[in-house]
């Protein structure tokens, strides 16, 4: 697989760089809420443009499911890239139309612009091979080279994720080949003890990942409303609890074939209602009210998984331990996070729920690790699916 470093040796002065990145930030109106992703991108825009390259940079944001709608224009993200880089980074307001024509025409070494949110285009996303393939041979007609630096979106068979590839001479940015290089480290020479977190709504969501990990773990500790499951499999009560009931048998089947390595909760905080007022109780997790339902972890599960993390030398988080965005649910993901932290060895976050909590609980990046930017892709490369947006840069 080429890398940036490659196509910088190779000399970019001059030639037109396109490059996709993951720009799917939060928005409150045009506001951005967290623009961790922009400030994780830029490095790889200012080395190109601080070498000459002309960069393009094209991304999506949110699921606009290929209509124009200005709730999901890039234009702000655009504006705060400008002032990341501080440098002017131009806008065009279409894709591949007259407005990214001339826009990208007008460019002059070490000029950068972003083009409006990809996903405006249906094609993009279409599984139509032709259809998807017309639109990236307007999107590669653009630029000279492409640089995928999305990994947040190579698990996706999209026109600028993997057809573009096929057009442009390519390589990795960055920011994806350290999501590759942590993730394998995960998978194929993990220090240990190993210790994977796993939270989150559903089990359904993550029972590919926990199938393919458990060989490899030392301890798996389950939290999140996909606890309840399985402790509805162990013949709990769960009261008004998420609980996805197709999933019961599985979950029995997984505790069976793995009893020393699954950890659940041993106690729950329980309340009628999910609201920053509302009364809660801590109770044992076999013994949830009928009238209530578990909306985080207790104290005592805090206690038993930092215990369990204790010492350990790789760990993998996915999936927030409770409703964190409520203050009284808030303090089971708080305190595993804190465990995770003060770990030693490699501490791997990976979704962006439990991106969020770190944030919004005030704890200090930089105590952990890697935080991924991969999502749905880091836990399709866990379980050890084909990425086409890997596959097409290695072809």
Known sequence: ?????????????????????????????????????????????DALAKAGARVVVCAHLGRPKGLRDPRYSLRPVAARLSEVLGREVRFASDVVGESAQ???AALVDGDVAVLENVRFEAAETSKDEAERGAFADR?????????????????????????????????AGTLVLRELEVLRRLTESP????????????????????????????????????CFTFLAAQGHGVGGSLLEADQVDACRRLLADNPDKIVLPSDVVVA????????????????????????????????EFGAALAGARTVFWNGPMGVFEV?????????????????????????????AAI????????????????GGASLEFLEGRTLPGIAVLEG
Do not use: W
């Open 102 to 104: 001339i826009t990208t």
């Open 327 to 355: 203050t009284p649910f808030a303090e089971g993901t708080r305190g595993v996070a804190q465990a995770i932290a003060g770990c030693d060895g490699l501490t791997v976050v990976g979704g962006g729920d439990s991106a």
């Open 1 to 45: 697989m080429r890398t940036l470093d490659d196509l910088l040796a190779d000399g970019v002065a001059g030639r037109r760089v396109l490059v996709r990145s993951d720009l799917n930030v939060p928005l409150d109106g045009e506001k951005i809420t967290d623009d961790r992703r922009i400030v994780s991108s830029a490095p790889v825009h």
């Open 272 to 303: 009628a209602e999910v609201s920053d007022h509302a009364a809660t109780e801590v109770v044992p997790a076999a013994a949830i009210p009928d009238d209530r339902k578990g909306l985080d972890v207790g104290p005592d599960t805090v206690a």
């Open 359 to 374: 944030r919004q609980l005030g704890l200090d990046e930089a105590a952990f690790g890697h935080i991924s930017t991969g």
């Open 191 to 226: 220090d240990r003890p190993y210790v994977v977190v796993l939270g989150g709504s559903k089990v359904s969501d993550k029972f590919g990942v926990i199938e393919a990990l458990l060989p490899k773990v030392d301890r798996l500790l389950v939290g999140g409303g996909m």
């Open 139 to 171: 999107l590669a007609a653009l630029a000279d080279a492409y640089v995928d630096d999305a990994f947040g979106a190579v698990h996706r068979k999209h026109a600028s994720v993997y057809d573009i590839a096929l057009r442009l001479p390519h390589c």
